[in-house]
């Protein structure tokens, strides 16, 4: 009998190590793809690097694939009910800045684009997308060493750091600009060298998880769902951070059954956010209420697949499928995020919880005896 507990104790043992190994591999893959995403400047209305690599990616699953006019990369898996369909999103933009005025010494003006703050990133390099070539620069805010007689004095007492008070430096002239193409209207984003993401153990940290982990998601997705119970639509959306103009364009377009935005979730005290390997569906955020019974169909993926759901109403927040909700383009809308510190900074997310996403995802897309 002794001889009997101690092979089941050791084929317990086994299994869990085979799960853990199993899932260090996951997240070693997604923690590959999402750096490669990372690296993709993609900063609302000027995606096209991200765009090329996902127009190379999707086609490699055998599934049909496009662009359309508003920048969305659409990838269609058929379903076994060709007269429904969802759609699950997933930005591909990115915050950063835009060119405002350029100096007559060169020094460039840059305003926010999306929900961006200069203190966020600090002091260190950017890289201006000019129409002939990337430049980079340093986003500057002033010396230290100064009285009150210099207006960065201020900025060290009691005034917050606004984009005004800012500006990049490039040590080129601003003839030397204008021939690169920097101008009004030149998208800003961070270094791409300031972009390598850094593997925490479980967990990545990295500029831009909002939102190349969400569309990490939507490949992983695109790699593994066979079979629908109906058509799904995987959207790597476009300028979502300046209104979500990608996803209306679409759903304004394509009678959809259901939406599900995938987001990231802010870890706040004002949140019942836990920073876990459970993801978050939410039930209301600053545009829209979300679909009670899409999300009872959601909660019951997760189930399915032996996921726990935390729920959350949160404010400062939007999303392709609230904003859908919120103009009537869509009647069912979710909201699916994984939990993130730092959020629109130097975000911070654990591997499972993305994970844990494509999991529910795959169990909402194929539910035993559906279809």
């Known amino acids: ?22 899932n260090l591999l996951d997240y070693d893959r997604l923690f ?45 898996i058929p379903g076994q009910d060709d007269t429904r369909s969802i759609a699950i999103t997933g930005h591909k933009d990115e915050i950063g800045a835009i060119v405002k005025t350029i100096d007559r010494d060169g020094k460039v003006r840059i305003r926010n684009l999306g929900g961006s703050f200069p203190w966020v990133y600090g002091e260190g390099v950017v890289d201006l997308l000019g129409d002939r070539g990337t430049i980079p620069g340093i986003l500057s805010f002033g010396s230290r060493h100064v009285s009150h007689e210099s207006q960065q004095k201020m900025l060290q007492i009691d005034a917050p750091l606004t984009w005004d008070r800012v500006w990049v430096e490039t040590g080129l002239t601003h003839q030397e600009l204008t021939a690169a193409g920097i101008r009004p209207g030149t998208r800003v984003v961070v270094g791409k060298h300031r972009k390598s993401p ?42 979502e951070e300046v209104g979500a103009i990608g996803a209306l364009y679409f759903t304004n377009r394509t009678h959809l059954d259901a939406l599900i935005a995938l987001e990231i979730a802010p870890i706040a005290p004002e949140f019942p956010i836990a920073d876990s390997v459970d993801p978050v569906l939410l039930s209301q955020d600053k545009y829209s209420i979300y679909d009670e019974g899409l999300n009872a169909e959601i909660h019951r993926a997760a189930n399915a697949a032996g996921v726990p759901i935390q729920w959350a109403a949160i404010a400062g927040f939007g999303s392709d499928a609230s904003l859908a909700i919120q103009l009537g383009h869509t009647a069912r809308g979710a909201c699916l995020g994984f939990p993130t510190q730092n959020t629109h900074g130097y975000e911070i997310a654990h591997l499972g919880a993305i994970a844990n996403c494509i999991r529910i995802l795959q169990a909402y897309c194929e539910p035993p005896g559906k279809g």
């Open 198 to 239: 850094l593997r925490m153990g479980d967990r990545i940290a990295s500029y831009t998880l909002d939102n190349k982990a969400s569309v990490a998601i939507l490949l992983a997705l695109a790699e593994s769902i066979d079979r629908p119970f109906a058509n799904v639509y995987l959207v790597a959306s476009a300028k």
């Open 32 to 76: 590959e793809t999402i750096s490669e995403l990372v690296f993709c400047h993609s900063p609302s209305g000027v995606e096209g690097e991200i765009d090329r690599v996902l127009l190379d990616r999707f086609p490699q699953f055998g599934l049909e694939t496009w662009q359309d006019e508003a920048g969305n990369v659409i990838a269609k």
């Open 1 to 22: 009998m002794l001889c009997r507990y101690k092979y089941y104790i050791l084929l317990i043992v086994h299994c869990s190590l085979l799960i853990e190994m199993t």
